[in-house]
C-alpha cells in the first residue's frame, strides 16, 4: 500500500491551499481517511476526517475553513484550506484510519 499526498506550497495569510490524497494497493473508497499536520517542535495532530457515507468531522481550529472531501472514481481524498493563517503551517499527512498507512506529507507553509 503507497499513500501520497500532493499539493503543498507557500502561501500568503487568507489565502487558499488544497491538498489531496491518493493510494495505491488499496480500495480508498471502503476507508476511512484522515488528514493530520505536525508543526516544528509540536506533535502530529488530527484536522479532519472523512468515512465512507460519507459524513465528516473537523477539528475547532480548522472548522469552517477546511473542507475533506473524497473523490472514489479517482482514490482520492483532498482538503481544501481556506483563510489560511501562519499557525495553519506544518506538514499535512493523510492516513488511513485504523492503519499504519501514512503518506510521505506535504508541507504547507502561510506567510504573514
Known amino acids: 500500500v503507497q499513500v501520497v499526498e500532493s499539493g503543498g506550497g507557500l502561501v500568503q495569510a487568507g489565502g487558499s491551499l488544497r491538498v489531496s490524497c491518493t493510494a495505491s494497493?488499496?480500495?480508498?473508497?471502503?476507508?476511512?481517511v484522515g488528514w493530520y499536520r505536525q508543526a516544528p517542535g509540536k506533535q502530529r495532530e488530527w484536522v479532519a476526517s472523512?468515512?465512507?457515507?460519507?459524513?465528516?468531522n473537523y477539528a475547532d481550529s480548522v472548522k469552517g475553513r477546511f473542507t475533506i472531501t473524497r473523490d472514489n472514481a479517482k482514490n482520492t481524498v483532498s482538503l481544501q484550506m481556506n483563510s489560511l493563517k501562519p499557525e495553519d503551517s506544518a506538514v499535512y499527512y493523510c492516513?488511513?484510519?485504523?492503519?499504519?498507512?501514512w503518506g510521505q506529507g506535504t508541507q504547507v507553509t502561510v506567510s504573514s
Open positions: 492516513n488511513v484510519l485504523g492503519t499504519s498507512w
Open positions: 472523512i468515512d465512507t457515507v460519507p459524513r465528516t
Open positions: 494497493g488499496i480500495v480508498f473508497s471502503i476507508k476511512d
